[in-house]
């Protein structure tokens, strides 16, 4: 497969400035007409006129012609991914007919079927599946599609933009066209068709336009739709008040789809989400299923602006509209929630998973260099170390400048496809500053390392920092030059007080850290502080300094600075997991430092912590956290280690956790408020450490397995009982799984669910599993059930997984050949965990690798695992 450089971009021959599409949707197949309005760009100097080629791969070419003349097939060159077009005009037009099979298309990509219905994905380079076409985001069209289909089988025939005319034709069938004012590239094209139930409701803009708001989905949920519908209304008026951008058509769609291989798709007036993020009741839906759909709900309603008003220029540049976006749905969800509590999951979720993408074989750089397969680079380095480059943008601009910067670009840039560079530029200009070493930031990949020391000179009341900076070599980038940091600095007193670190007062200053080595002095220092780093984890670096336990202890009950607060209890807890390691390798007895037993004792009894953050405090850092921290990952020992930890605390702080658990057991009528998110999430973390005491506890999970009216009461109990070792709660568990699926097996996110804590459960091992893929519940061709199953057990069930024998490997890579046919973007997905082979332990690491391996001996390997398995193994 051919690698593609963004040194080797170069505009278009051709632009397109008009395309109108006219899809036949049948049965068996589906005819497509494309009438394409091309130009020759003037920008390129040509000796004459180049042929017009045009991207497309899995369709079948009915017919072309130039200004209404038939070409003949011996004019025109046609391969399995282009079709040439011979050109003797500057300006013309190219109709294009093709007949595609979207029943047979379970690769999700371009037009395919969901159930009973018709639906596209088209970002990245899902058009090209549909009709022949310059497939690339900076040639930008305005569209218009017409659908005709039988309107008794898809009542609900929908496109981007505004309905302009509905009728019923002689045949019996119905046509109705659709038009999109504003141009775009083909990726932000959307068809769905189908029998759908719609919910409507409606948004008065700031300027006071009335937007209709409709979501459609099958008959049975429109009673999950209010929720979707809220965070969109809430969402719209945020993006409005934070920075200025108004919604810029009179309808805005949102259409719920079982089959789907991202969480949503911004297409234009027409998002398409996949049904588990955007459905939701009480009833069925948890806490975190609630937050996750107003995040994404208004990620993709963000994307209007940043990403479809002004879009990418070519696919490198894709962190410009995922880093940004991100980032603005983070700030939205901060202002919805809980701040604090919001940076701490996201900087927790970026140092677990993609700090390890960071130093693994597919590290690459925020703005990578190459690809093979685009699909591949929907990372978290592009979407969250992206938004973690803009958040720091953020930090250096402060909140004004920021938005006299993204003021800039969005009017700077209306209409068009720009790059990364732009975005900084502007944020550049508007605020005057110099953003040249930042800028590095897109360049180089790697998780920058920031060593600190200190020196406290009592003389003279003088405190240094030295900070050291350097990041690991990753594929392709051995050496690297530093990074402009902004590390933010607090220096705490004996008392737990911030001292104040300027004349004005100010207890937190951000340093700028540019250097491999640089001093930073602070005067007037009337004792040795204990300083605290990178507050607000203001950049994505890892951070050592020499803490000692006590001094962990004390920054858990004073840093003034909900991150580093938090970050104390992770840090004193992953030290004490990696001793145990080491003691359990060892073939010791495992003994815990009682010092977490008082930490712990502390927070339950003496804090004056909100629940929300009481209930981050508590829960101890992750497996894979404590794997990304240690330098040979030993899988088991690790969760010997971690259980064992989770096992005496319970036991120690038993009537600590349960008249926590009772003072937050208020069984209220559900609402998903912020508030009472916090108090379900503090009670069930309780919940668990009770479970894990004694069989008194299991009852208690039960017992709220029985009786609670909502799902994340029920679910958390549920999760608690499938990971609990008694055979009572063995036999409970069994019951409560089968209960469920009795009363959900018509509830597809429900059945997600079901799969899901099972494949994850301590006690589900491989046979388990593969009983499970035989379950009717199971079904190979949906991208939810097979992350639900396939996915959560190579992720999470740390002790089935990895086990000795290596066949837990083996099953993935198995199903990695099977999914590589049937759906190469998910097939690349799943190889994640075997991908880090030269991490693990020796024994581990090798049989991994076999399985890397045998996948890249299969012959008809699609790009996309290609592209994973071949850099894994270099
Ligand atoms: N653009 C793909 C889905 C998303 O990031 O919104
Ligand atoms: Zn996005």
Redesign the pocket.
């Known amino acids: 497969p051919r690698t593609i450089y963004l040194k080797d971009y170069q505009e278009p021959d051709y632009w397109i400035d008009q395309t109108d599409l006219t899809f036949r949707l049948g049965e068996d197949y589906t005819d497509v007409t494309a009438v394409l309005q091309v130009r020759l760009n003037k920008n390129k100097q040509h000796e004459h006129l180049p042929n017009l080629v045009l991207d497309g791969t899995d369709m079948q070419l009915l017919s072309v012609s130039i200004d209404n003349q038939p070409l003949d097939s011996s004019l025109y060159s046609l391969t399995t991914e282009n079709l040439s077009l011979p050109v003797n005009a500057e300006q013309f037009t190219a109709t294009i007919n093709t007949r595609i099979k979207p029943q047979e298309n379970t690769s999700l990509e371009g037009l395919y079927r969901s159930n009973d219905m018709f639906c596209t994905q088209c970002?990245a380079e899902g058009f090209r599946k549909i009709t022949y076409y310059l497939d690339r985001p900076d040639v930008m069209a305005k569209f218009s599609t017409t659908i005709i289909a039988d309107p008794k089988k898809y009542p609900v025939m929908l496109s981007n933009g505004n309905l302009i005319a509905d009728e019923n034709l002689d045949d019996g069938l119905r046509k109705v066209k659709w038009e999109d004012p504003f141009k775009k590239p083909c990726y932000l094209f959307a068809l769905v068709a189908g029998d759908l139930a719609c919910v409507d409701d409606e948004f008065i803009t700031h300027s006071g336009r009335k937007v209709a708001l409709k979501l459609f989905t099958e008959a049975t949920n429109v009673d999950k739709c209010e929720h979707a519908l809220l965070s969109l209304k809430r969402a719209m008026k945020w993006d409005e008040e934070v920075y200025g951008r108004e919604y810029d058509l009179d309808i805005f769609m949102i259409v719920a789809v079982d089959h789907f291989n991202?969480g949503?798709?911004?297409n234009k007036g027409l998002n398409i989400f996949n049904s588990s993020c955007v459905l939701a009741k009480p009833e069925t839906a948890t806490d975190g299923t609630y937050q996750r759909i107003e995040a994404i709900v208004a990620?993709?309603y963000f994307?209007n602006w940043s990403g479809n008003r002004v879009t990418c220029r070519d696919w490198f540049q894709l962190s410009l509209k995922?880093g940004f976006t991100v980032f603005r749905d983070a700030e939205f969800s901060a202002d919805m929630n809980s701040r604090p509590v919001k940076r701490i999951e996201d900087a927790n979720f970026l140092r677990t998973m993609q700090f390890p993408e960071d130093a693994g074989p597919t590290s690459h750089p925020v703005r990578p260099a190459s690809y093979i397969e685009i699909s591949n680079f929907y990372t978290l380095t592009v979407y969250e170390k992206g938004a973690e480059v803009v958040r720091m943008i953020h930090n250096i601009v402060g909140k004004e400048g920021f938005r006299k910067g993204s003021d800039l670009y969005f009017s700077r840039h209306d209409g068009q496809a720009v790059t990364t560079e732009d975005f900084v530029k502007a944020m550049e200009e508007a605020n005057d500053v110099d953003l040249a070493l930042f800028r590095r930031w897109y360049t180089q990949s790697g998780t920058p390392v920031v060593h600190v020391s200190d020196n406290y000179d009592a003389a003279n009341k003088r405190y240094t920092l030295t900070v050291k900076q350097n990041c690991p070599p990753t594929p392709g980038q051995a050496e690297k030059v530093p990074f402009h940091i902004p590390f933010a600095v607090g220096l705490i007193d004996a008392l737990g007080n911030d001292m104040p670190l300027d004349e004005q007062g100010n207890t937190t200053l951000v340093l700028d850290v540019k250097e491999a080595e640089q001093t930073f002095t602070f005067n007037n220092i009337s004792e040795q502080p204990l300083p605290s780093l990178a507050r607000d984890f203001s950049a994505p670096v890892k951070v050592e300094y020499p803490y000692t336990r006590d001094q962990l202890m004390f920054l858990m009950s004073h840093d003034n600075d909900g991150f580093n607060r938090w970050d104390a209890g992770q840090k004193l807890a992953v030290d004490i997991i990696k001793e145990l390691v080491e003691q359990q390798r060892a073939g010791m007895t495992l003994a815990l430092d009682e010092r977490l037993v008082t930490a712990y004792k502390s927070l339950l009894t003496g804090s004056s912590l909100d629940k929300a953050m009481l209930t981050k405090m508590l829960a101890l850092p992750s497996e894979d956290y404590v794997a990304e921290e240690c330098d040979v990952i030993y899988p088991l020992s690790i969760h010997v280690a971690r259980d064992f930890v989770r096992r005496t605390l319970a036991v120690k702080l038993h009537k600590q956790f349960k008249t926590c658990f009772d003072a937050n057991n208020t069984q209220k009528a559900y609402q998903p408020t912020a508030e009472d998110i916090a108090e379900r999430s503090l009670k069930n973390i309780c919940l668990s450490y009770l479970t894990l005491a004694d069989e008194q506890g299991i009852e208690l999970s039960w017992q709220q397995y029985q009786q609670a009216n909502n799902m994340t009461d029920r679910f958390s109990a549920l999760s608690i009982l499938e990971n609990a070792v008694s055979v009572k709660a063995r036999d409970y568990a069994e019951q409560a799984l089968a209960s469920f699926y009795q009363q959900w097996q018509r509830d597809a996110q429900m059945i997600e669910q079901w799969l899901s804590v099972q494949a994850g459960g301590e006690y589900t091992d491989l046979e388990k599993i593969q009983q499970l893929m035989q379950h009717n519940a199971f079904d190979m061709k949906n991208p939810n059930k097979v992350r639900a199953l396939i996915g959560v057990f190579a992720n999470r069930n740390k002790v089935h997984f990895h086990r000795d024998d290596g066949a837990g490997y083996a099953f993935l890579a198995d199903q990695v050949l099977v999914l590589n046919r049937l759906n190469p973007q998910m097939a690349s997905r799943l190889l994640t965990p075997i991908t880090r082979w030269r991490r693990y332990d020796e024994m581990r690491g090798a049989l991994m690798k076999e399985q890397l391996q045998r996948i890249m001996k299969e012959k008809d390997l699609s790009k996309d695992v290609y592209e994973i398995v071949s850099k894994s193994l270099k």
Do not use: D, G, I, L
């Open positions: 970002e991202m949503a798709m911004e990620h993709e994307h995922e």
